[in-house]
Each structure stands twice: as C-alpha cells, then as structure tokens.
C-alpha cells in the first residue's frame, strides 16, 4: 500500500492540537511539571499511532513513549518522537517539534518535522527534495566554519559527557560565527535542511530524535554521518553531525 504524505501530514497536525490545546488549558496551574509534559507525550503518541495503524495496518509502529522490542528493522516502521524538544514544553518555551518517520529496507523514505506553535511544516520524500510549507529548500551554501551558525545538543541526560563535550565546544566556537540553540534536535536538524544554521551535532541521540532530520538534511542536498563520518546504527543511540555538506570534513576534524 502507497503511503500519501498528505494524509501523513493531516495526521500531524491534528496531533499538534494536543499541544497546542494543553498548554492554553493548563498553562498556569501545571506549568513547570513534568507529569504534564509526559501525558502530552502519551496522548500525542497514542493518536498518531492509532491513526497511522488505521491508514496503515501492515507498517509496524516505533515511538519514544513504549517499548519498541518487537519492531524489526528490516521492514517497513514508522518512528515517532511525539514531542522533541519536552523539557522546552515544561519551560513553556515554544520550541518543540512532533517528528515521524517512515523507514523501508533500513531507510528514511519519508520525514516530517512539525512546529506546532509557528505551525512551520518540513517535508521530505525519499529523492524528490525537501519542503517548508510546501517550498523547496536547500542547505546553506556557506563553505567554511569560519562563516558558519553552529548548533549542537549537549547531551543533558549524560551528564558525564560534559567535560569532552564542552572542550569540543569550545574549540568550534572560537572557530566559528556563533552558536544556536532550541534544545529541540528534529527541529535544529529542520534547520540545517532550511539553510539557517550550517550544522548541528549532537551525542547519544535516540533513532526518534533524529530518523526525520536525516531525511530533511540530505534531500536538501546536506550530509548526515556519525562524528567519525560513519554510517550510523539503527538500534542504539548514535553520536550524529548533520551539515550542510560544504563544513562536513572541517567540523569532523574537531569532533573526532
Ligand atoms: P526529547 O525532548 O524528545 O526528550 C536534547 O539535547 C535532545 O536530546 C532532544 O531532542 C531530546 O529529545 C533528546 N533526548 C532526550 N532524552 C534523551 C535520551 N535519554 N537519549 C537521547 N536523546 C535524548
Ligand atoms: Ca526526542
């Protein structure tokens, strides 16, 4: 059965309501807990899940909020982070991103990374390009890291990995223009695809965070290895740089 993203997308953003609706309902009284981000989490999951499995009954389902030990990578799988970036929706801090992807032989075929609040739409189908809103776009054509807005993750769940990682910032830092941050990684990962940060870099990162984001950045004509230009593994967390291909090896040569 043919996949239309059209009605992937409808899915979406009517996903995204859920967002939207909790924080005008509940902003203020449980603004600041984290229970409240993770039933988002839950509810957001269990609506797309249920809709993709409607549409779709033959594609497995993969998403952060279960367990996802029956899922075979071989075939075909959806992989959904319902909220990335859901420390920002405790905060109330409106960068957050629902990302889904649909993987076919061990590979992105289709990629949406979804703004709930500036409601910025990022679409890729496998070798047809990548779109905002329905435009075309392309990574940036910046050829240096001297010339270059940096993004990174800082891993804050491994929280050991601060000492390399701060040396590591430091030194791309002093090399390039300046860094940029959301705290989100699907949604950095859209930018690097949309030209408006050169690269983002990040350890650790989970299949979800980031199974969208590869698809946006190469159909927009960007790279997408691990830190040591290497292929990343599926089943466990990956160490992943995302470029717009021109600063690919400069960066590479830091992080590694
Ligand atoms: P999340 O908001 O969906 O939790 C922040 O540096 C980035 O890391 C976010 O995209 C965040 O996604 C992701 N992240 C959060 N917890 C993680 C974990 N335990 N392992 C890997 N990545 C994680
Ligand atoms: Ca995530």
Not at 74 to 103: C, M, Q, R
Not at 142 to 153: D, Q, R
């Amino acid at each position: 059965m043919g996949v239309h993203i059209e009605q992937v997308v409808k899915i979406v953003r009517e996903a995204a309501v859920i967002i939207r609706n909790r924080e005008i309902d509940l902003n203020i009284t449980i603004k600041g807990a984290a229970d409240y981000a993770t039933e988002i989490d839950f509810k957001v999951q269990q609506f797309i899940e249920k809709e993709l499995k409607n549409a779709y009954p033959k594609i497995q389902f993969m998403g952060e909020e279960k367990s996802n030990e029956e899922v075979d990578f071989n075939e075909k799988f959806w992989v959904l982070d319902p909220v990335d970036g859901t420390n920002n929706l405790v905060h109330d801090y409106k960068e957050v991103a629902i990302s889904l992807a649909l993987f076919d032989k061990r590979e992105g075929v289709l990629g949406v990374v979804y703004q709930p609040y500036t409601e910025e739409l990022y679409t890729a189908n496998k070798g047809q390009g990548a779109y905002l809103n329905g435009n075309k776009i392309q990574v940036s054509k910046v050829k240096t890291l001297s010339k270059s807005l940096i993004s990174f993750g800082a891993s804050p769940y491994y929280k050991e990995l601060a000492e390399e990682n701060f040396e590591v910032f430091k030194e791309i830092f002093t090399r390039c223009e300046d860094f940029r941050r959301t705290g989100s990684a699907a949604m950095e990962l859209a930018y690097v695809a949309s030209g408006r940060v050169e690269s983002f870099f990040e350890k650790r990162l989970k299949l979800w965070d980031y199974a969208a984001g590869i698809l946006l950045v190469k159909e927009a004509g960007g790279k997408f290895t691990g830190y040591k230009g290497d292929e990343l593994e599926l089943e466990v967390c990956s160490d992943i740089v995302a470029t717009n291909g021109k600063i690919h090896s400069e960066l590479l040569e830091i992080l590694h």
